[in-house]
């Protein structure tokens, strides 16, 4: 496989923002519309990107042969929540579960960090398998009425970085239906 690095979005990068984030199929299961214009790429990355970055998060490219594949995202909430999407034709080559880990070792050699989440949907087991690739390990279950306008059952898997982390339990707590699966 050939590597593939992380960098921070630039405004030389909307196009490829425009152009990932406006297939339907790769926003299929992320809290957002899919793209309708170039604006709505502007919009993302000094809305969404610059802020995150503002307040104390992380916001990359990831980049193949000097082409941005995909993004992959640490929030400044406290739930230290990472978030990914890779361009479809690029789906199922181990780019994702690269760059989560390059994220995962950036996070950890920094320190500052006890423990980060990462969630994905039921009907999107591929993205599962990614955070159990990177070291991720399942914590529990729980079900959001989504922003999309139905509910959504999301899995909720979790790396401590620091001994004796207990599980974050927000997201528990917040929603009413929340169980424990067999994985």
């Given at each position: 496989m050939r590597d593939i690095i992380?960098?921070?979005f630039t405004t030389d990068d909307i196009n490829s923002l425009y152009e990932m984030l406006s297939d339907n199929?790769?926003?299929r299961f992320m809290p957002i519309q899919p793209f309708k214009t170039i604006r709505d790429a502007t919009s993302f990355y000094e809305n969404v990107i610059q802020r995150n970055i503002e307040n104390g998060g992380k916001y990359y490219a990831i980049v193949l042969d000097r082409a941005v594949i995909g993004q992959i995202n640490l929030s400044s909430s406290a739930s230290n929540d990472i978030g990914y999407s890779i361009k479809r034709e690029h789906w199922g080559h181990g780019h994702a579960s690269k760059a989560l880990s390059l994220l995962l070792n950036e996070i950890e050699e920094?320190?500052?960090l006890s423990f980060i989440t990462a969630t994905h949907d039921v009907n999107n087991p591929r993205s599962g398998r990614v955070m159990q690739k990177a070291g991720l390990v399942y914590k529990y279950t729980y079900v959001e009425p989504w922003c999309k306008g139905f509910d959504v059952s999301f899995r909720l898997y979790q790396k401590n970085f620091k001994a004796g982390e207990s599980t974050?339990?927000?997201?528990?707590e917040?929603?009413?239906?929340?169980?424990i699966e067999e994985i």
């Open positions: 992380l960098r921070p199929e790769t926003v920094e320190g500052r974050y339990m927000e997201y528990w917040k929603y009413e239906r929340h169980f």
